[in-house]
């Protein structure tokens, strides 16, 4: 999944971080399961792994329909703000699209590394902000967009739940086997107070 950063006057906005963790859980607990010493099963694997396959997917039209919101309207910078951009990181002029870009602790970080931190782009950072801002609040608060974040969220879900499952059955397997000892213990322990009060009886 592509996760893009745009910043306004607020900072930064990433987009699909909520699938990402989602992911991230799903996967700890299949990993959970696996050094839990779970028997493999390949049936349910596979469901869990078709499940992360859904919810990736799902983060991915997300991303797309974000992206094709926010570029619906153009580029982000004017034409004069770009070319302040494309000097300050050695971009051949109009080559840069006004929409690729990373800010960090307050300055523009350029696609070949370079820091751009002169006062000419950090004007052009301020003008920006708050048309970008609210161009991706925008792009969020769309019908399409809050429908494919709907579908991340219950595609994450199963997919978390895919793998819960399958720590679940480790766990009960495990309690499970743990009663069973028990049981056993004190079965033992029964029959060795019946033999220990027949020698008592027979002496």
Request: charged share 30%.
């Amino acid at each position: 999944m592509r996760v893009q950063s745009y910043f306004g006057a607020a900072g930064v906005a990433m987009v699909g971080i909520v699938a990402a963790l989602a992911l991230a859980a799903g996967a700890g607990g299949v990993a959970a399961a696996q050094e839990a010493g779970e028997p493999a099963d390949q049936a349910r694997t596979e469901a869990a792994s078709a499940a992360e396959a859904r919810a990736e997917a799902a983060g991915d039209r997300l991303g797309a329909r974000i992206e094709q919101r926010i570029r619906a309207e153009g580029p982000f910078f004017t034409a004069p703000e770009r070319a302040v951009i494309e000097q300050a990181c050695g971009y051949p002029a109009g080559s840069w699209d006004g929409f690729s870009a990373n800010m960090h602790d307050s300055v523009f970080i350029c696609a070949n590394g370079r820091r751009a931190d002169s006062a000419e782009v950090r004007a052009v950072m301020r003008a920006a902000g708050p048309r970008i801002g609210a161009r991706v609040a925008a792009a969020m608060d769309s019908a399409e967009v809050r429908e494919a974040l709907e579908e991340v969220t219950r595609e994450a879900t199963e997919a978390a739940l895919a793998a819960v499952d399958h720590e679940a059955i480790a766990r009960e397997a495990a309690e499970a086997a743990q009663e069973a000892i028990a049981e056993a213990r004190a079965e033992i322990e029964e029959a060795t107070r019946e033999m220990e009060e027949r020698r008592g009886r027979r002496r």
